[in-house]
Nanobody
Framework: QVQLVESGGGSAQAGGSLRLSCAASGYAYCIGWFRQAPGKEREGVAARLTTRSITYYADFVKGRFTISRDNAKNTVTLQMNSLKPEDTAMYYC????????????????WGQGTQVTVSS
């Protein structure tokens, strides 16, 4: 069982930055970030293996978002720069013990979500 607690998020102007953190209790093979806007399906944003430097990014965030891991704190951070209004969504942290990628179906454990709102 892996419990995930997200923090960060909030509101930003277009072009601004926000930082999301996901604290995990226990070992996870992979931790990812997903988002879901009203009326849309949940989509993968970024994910990474926790013990190797292998990362996955959705095309729409490449060059703007960075996923990183703080081993000492057992957290995974999503640094979001050059934010756009279309980045507005509920962002979820997820973890799995054996799979990794950008498909929500790969992940077993989910956090409660944190809201990100970007205004133009």
């Amino acid at each position: 069982q892996v419990q995930l607690v997200e923090s960060g998020g909030g509101s930003a102007q277009a072009g601004g930055s926000l930082r999301l953190s996901c604290a995990a209790s226990g070992y996870a093979y992979c931790i990812g970030w997903f988002r879901q806007a009203p009326g849309k399906e949940r989509e993968g944003v970024a994910a990474r293996l926790t013990t190797r430097s292998i990362t996955y990014y959705a095309d729409f965030v490449k060059g703007r978002f960075t996923i990183s891991r703080d081993n000492a704190k057992n957290t995974v951070t999503l640094q979001m720069n050059s934010l756009k209004p279309e980045d507005t969504a509920m962002y979820y942290c997820a973890a799995d013990l054996g799979r990794c990628g950008l498909s929500p179906s790969f992940f077993t454990y989910w956090g409660q979500g944190t809201q990100v709102t970007v205004s133009s």
